[in-house]
């Protein structure tokens, strides 16, 4: 697990580096499988040049952490959707600056662009307030985020769903792109939205992007 540990932290310096996080904020995990059932979380409070491979937490799905530091406040919703969701195998939650705007109008960005459908629908939501590391929150996010890979939480910042964490990395950044691209939209008018006919369209075409013969 050591290699894993390893892999989360370079994850979340590269998560500073993407200009999705300064500072402490923000959280990444990564689900660990087999027999010892549950994920890797970042500890709470803590800058992520700074962490070490012990500074790492482990945390069963019953909520229990093992190790030296105290896990994340958010590690609920981490918890929660890896309960929910199995095709979570990382997940990443930032305060970055252009999701954490529209976030902060609890506005759900609608269909603007076509890549909104990278994410699973036809519209990316934005759960409602509650107050960090609740479990009021982590109820929130799970509906905002059904059928989805990724929300924004109001007043608060992204979550992003990924299969791996270099998926959740790629997913993350593209999601704080989407978000200043409507952010700057807004800006000149009301972008012209794509209509529910064409984002279906779009939806089943992504079932297959990316894959090679």
């Known amino acids: 697990m050591a290699d894993l540990r390893q892999r989360l932290i370079a994850s979340a310096r590269r998560m500073t580096a993407a200009g999705l996080n ?4 923000g959280n990444l995990s990564v689900r660990v499988g087999g027999g010892q059932a549950g994920f890797l979380i970042t500890p709470t409070g803590m800058d992520y040049d700074a962490l070490e491979v012990d500074d790492i937490v482990f945390m069963r799905l019953d909520g229990t952490p093992t190790g030296r530091r105290k896990p994340s406040s958010e590690w609920r919703f981490h918890r929660d959707l ?25 506005r759900d960005i609608p ?17 409602g307030y509650a107050t960090f590391g609740t479990q009021e929150l982590s109820d929130a996010v799970l509906l905002a985020i059904a059928d989805r890979r990724a929300c924004l939480l109001g007043n608060h910042g992204m979550l ?9 990395l790629a997913l993350g950044g593209e999601l704080e792109a989407l978000c200043e691209q409507y952010w700057r939209a807004c800006q000149l008018g009301e972008p012209v939205l794509l209509d529910a006919a064409e984002m279906a369209t779009v939806l089943a075409k992504f079932a297959s992007y990316g894959q090679q013969a």
């Open 22 to 25: 300064r500072g402490t904020a």
């Open 82 to 106: 890896y309960v929910h969701r199995p095709d979570a195998g990382a997940i990443l939650h930032a305060h970055s600056p252009f999701a954490t705007s529209l976030a902060c109008l609890r």
């Open 111 to 127: 269909a603007f662009h076509y890549m909104i459908a990278r994410f699973g629908g036809d519209s990316l939501r934005c759960a």
């Open 160 to 168: 992003v769903l990924g299969e791996d964490l270099e998926q959740a």
